[in-house]
């Protein structure tokens, strides 16, 4: 079994859907999910899945606690789904290329900091964008430049609101991270 961690920041719906996706499975298990704040929505759906979920600060996770946390814990992976914190230098020594996040929009475009959530889909819309879609990508010391695992698309078309192109890339995020995840970890 490969035991598998999710950071989450926000609502954490990717996080339910992919603990969702591998409830059965014999090779991959999610012991808890992690946040950096204690008011996010994840924690709900943990609670409903009846998964422990924990809050660390910003600071827990310069200082090495949240290594230590995880180390603790055996954990294999990790999983950035929606986690707005940007990785420390601690994290990404002890998990070189083990550590994977969704970007909702296709990378290099509309990267970077600041570049997270609606902010993103506001981007797509207002620059005239054709398409836009999901990137999974490996995560290292800067936001959104790791290297790139899989890409979707989906189209953008003339009066779609930043909100109907969410929806979009949300269910490309829902039918290709669980899959993709489950390929990269069966090779660790
Ligand atoms: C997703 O769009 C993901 O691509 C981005 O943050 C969003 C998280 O949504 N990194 P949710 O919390 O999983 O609903």
Redesign the pocket.
Known sequence: MKRITLF?S??????ENIIRYFRNSNELEFPFVISNRSDAF?HERAKQLNIPSHTFKKSDFENGEVLNFLKDNNIDFIVL??FLLKIPGNLLEAYPDRIV????ALLPKFGGKGM??SHVHEAVVASGEKESG?TIHYVNENYDEGQVIFQAKCAVLAGDSADDVAAK??DL?YEHFPRVIGEIVSRI
């Open positions: 989450a926000g609502s954490g719906s990717n996080a994840v789904a929606g996040n969704i970007h909702p997270y959530g999901i890339v949300h995020e």
